[in-house]
T-cell receptor, first 109, second 114 residues
């Protein structure tokens, strides 16, 4: 079966750094997406990785290791507005997105 | 520069009734997806439309669920004889093309079946 695992909830302090991990087992691989979803709102696109390595985009970075079936999302200089759920999704060989359950990130002052 | 829109934003219905959920994708996007999001679970794929091709219905949970896309734009998801387990947020997304193009999501319809 296809499986995406990520922690259910994480807590971090404003101004700090947090790393949200995602491991996956899917039928084929056509890239990994990270989305941010604030409570009651639509998911919004953060990043896409298809090759191994780190992609940096401002305060957010995303890393992929295809051989390990592993990705992480790194958030730096945390702000209160970063409190949200972070969704990891992998595109399988049929170009269908398989979604993790999301990690709820709580930022404390 | 409108994004994906969905209506209604909230729908409360009684068990056994039919409901229709609407999605207006981003103009020019050829691919349209429907997902269901239940509390504490990942997004569940329901159905996918690409251009004029036959839709991928592999995610529909039962024959009570159906969807159509008229004129390659607006889509309607219909749930017949609703059950309490159908209660969830129904999300629509569109992308410029199929494949690895980024999917842009609408705000969702929260369906509550009493």
């Amino acid at each position: 079966g296809q499986n995406i695992d990520q922690p259910t909830e994480m807590t971090a302090t404003e101004g700090a750094i947090v790393q949200i991990n995602c491991t996956y087992q899917t039928s084929g691989f056509n890239g990994l997406f990270w989305y941010q979803q604030h409570a009651g709102e639509a998911p919004t696109f953060l990043s896409y990785n298809v090759l191994d390595g780190l992609e940096e985009k401002g305060r957010f970075s995303s890393f992929l290791s295809r051989s390990k079936g592993y990705s992480y999302l790194l958030l730096k200089e945390l702000q209160m507005k970063d409190s949200a759920s972070y969704l990891c999704a992998v595109m399988d060989s049929n170009y269908q997105l398989i979604w993790g359950a999301g990690t709820k990130l709580i930022i404390k002052p | 520069g409108a994004g994906v829109s969905q209506s209604p934003s909230n729908k409360v219905t009684e068990k056994g009734k039919d409901v229709e959920l609407r999605c207006d994708p981003i103009s020019g996007h050829t691919a349209l997806y429907w997902y269901r999001q239940s509390l504490g679970q990942g997004l569940e794929f329901l159905i996918y439309f690409q251009g004029n091709s036959a839709p991928d219905k592999s995610g529909l949970p039962s024959d009570r669920f159906s969807a159509e896309r008229t004129g390659g734009s607006v889509s309607t998801l219909t749930i017949q004889r609703t059950q309490q387990e159908d209660s969830a947020v129904y999300l629509c997304a569109s992308s410029l093309r199929e494949g690895t193009d980024t999917q842009y999501f609408g705000p969702g319809t929260r369906l509550t079946v009493l």
